[in-house]
């Protein structure tokens, strides 16, 4: 499968971002779909996932409340909606996927086989 993320934007705090993880060469509800960030000079950070268990989601703790992670089949897209966006926000964003039924660990960015080139956010205080 091949992923593409875009939507990511110069926004000001408090402001909201949508990315979008477009897919082809496979369909997002037989695979694990996340969402990952990378900061300068930081590791990469789970943000979050469409599990393939129930369709079950889950959220970093740093972001739960304000990012909500949703998909259209139709259209075989994950989204990423960001609201309240904080400086601490700013990162390369990026998508990833994996056609195991289970993960051993959603947040551990090696567990996941397909990656997106990622979308830069840039949020300005």
């Known amino acids: 499968v091949q992923l593409q993320a875009f939507g990511g934007g110069l926004v000001q705090a408090g402001g909201f971002l949508r990315l979008s993880c477009a897919a082809s060469?496979?369909?997002?509800?037989?695979?694990?779909m996340g969402w990952f960030r990378q900061a300068p000079g930081k590791k990469r950070e789970f943000v979050a996932v469409w599990s393939r268990m129930g369709g079950r989601t889950y959220v970093a703790d740093s972001v739960k409340g304000r990012f909500t992670i949703s998909r259209d089949n139709a259209k075989n897209t994950v989204y990423l909606q960001m609201n309240s966006l904080k400086p601490e926000d700013t990162a390369v964003y990026y998508c990833?996927?994996?056609?195991?039924?289970?993960?051993?660990?959603?947040?551990?960015?090696?567990?996941?086989?397909?990656w997106g080139q990622g979308t830069q956010v840039t949020v300005s205080s």
């Open positions: 990833a996927a994996d056609n195991s039924l289970i993960l051993s660990s959603y947040t551990n960015y090696e567990e996941y086989d397909y």
């Open positions: 060469g496979g369909t997002t509800n037989r695979f694990v």
